[in-house]
Structure formats: structure tokens, C-alpha cells
């Protein structure tokens, strides 16, 4: 079982960072495929970065040049460092991971991130 879960969201201002963090407690992410979620008011759910078991990157179109994902070693933590906040970037981000042996992804509970 794998648990995740996220912190350092908050207020910020536009033009402002944030670093987001996701942890799991009980194991590293060298096997899974990590992903950066969010969920604005009123929109759905978007994919905003993807952090593979492979360790390339992506991001989508509106974040590009502004947010980084990123592991730490031994791989037990995910970090989005989101730069020049907008604030269009204000949501709900969640923590996923697809682990080998499971269909589903791993959610976190999401942090909050608010830009004014």
C-alpha cells in the first residue's frame, strides 16, 4: 500500500513560488510514474506534470517555464516547485503515483494553493 501526502500549499501572491511537497511514508517512488495534479474551482481535474519511474519530465502547456518536478534520493519524495505563480494556478494539487502491481493510481488528499 502506498500512502501519499502532500504539503506546502498555501497563499501567494502573484509572480510568487511555491514549493510542493509529496511524501510517502512507507515506500520510494523508483518503480512508479509520478504525477502532479490539480483541480480549480468550477474546472476539472488536469494533469499538470508527470515525474516517470524513468526520471524524464513533463509538464502541461501552461505551466512550462514556470513549475519543476522533481525527486529526491533515495526517491521518497516528489516536489513541484511552481515559479512565477499566476493566478489561473490557483487549486487544489494532488499527489498521484502508478506503481507496478496496480491498475489504479495512489492518491494524496491535495493541498491547497491559492494565488491572489
Known amino acids: 500500500h502506498v500512502q501519499l501526502v502532500e504539503s506546502g500549499g498555501g497563499s501567494a501572491q502573484a509572480g510568487g513560488s511555491l514549493l510542493l511537497s509529496c511524501a510517502s511514508p512507507?515506500?520510494?517512488?523508483?518503480?512508479?510514474?509520478m504525477f502532479w495534479y490539480r483541480q480549480g474551482p468550477g474546472k476539472a481535474r488536469e494533469l499538470v506534470s508527470v515525474?516517470?519511474?524513468?526520471?524524464?519530465?513533463n509538464y502541461t502547456d501552461s505551466v512550462k517555464g514556470r513549475f519543476t518536478t522533481s525527486q529526491d534520493n533515495p526517491r521518497k519524495t516528489l516536489y513541484l516547485q511552481m515559479n512565477n505563480l499566476k493566478i489561473e494556478d490557483t487549486a487544489v494539487y494532488y499527489c498521484?503515483?502508478?506503481?507496478?502491481?496496480?491498475?489504479?493510481?495512489?492518491w494524496g488528499r491535495g493541498t491547497q494553493v491559492t494565488v491572489s
Open positions: 515525474y516517470s519511474a524513468r526520471q524524464w519530465t
Open positions: 498521484a503515483a502508478k506503481c507496478p502491481g496496480r491498475r489504479d493510481k495512489w
Open positions: 512507507g515506500a520510494i517512488f523508483s518503480a512508479c510514474d
